[in-house]
């Protein structure tokens, strides 16, 4: 299961491991970036696509699960 596939992080950015290390010295902050949007309105809109699609996925990994195990 990929990153991406494991929850809706949209809001949140997604370091690379050199990124991960060099926060850890960024005693100021200043490598924290965002995903912004023009709007709280266009935030929220795509917070919840992605979350509907994390959803979806769930159900279509646990429908897949089940087709597994009734063909046993």
Do not use: K, Q, T
């Amino acid at each position: 299961m990929g990153r991406d596939e494991m929850e809706s992080c949209f809001l949140y950015a997604r370091p690379s491991l050199i990124e991960g290390a060099a926060r850890m010295v960024d005693l100021s902050g200043s490598l924290n970036v965002y995903n912004y949007s023009r709007n709280g309105s266009e935030a929220d809109a795509r917070a919840l696509y992605e979350d509907w699609r994390a959803i979806g996925r769930d159900v279509r990994a646990a429908l897949e699960e089940l087709r597994r195990d009734n063909r046993r």
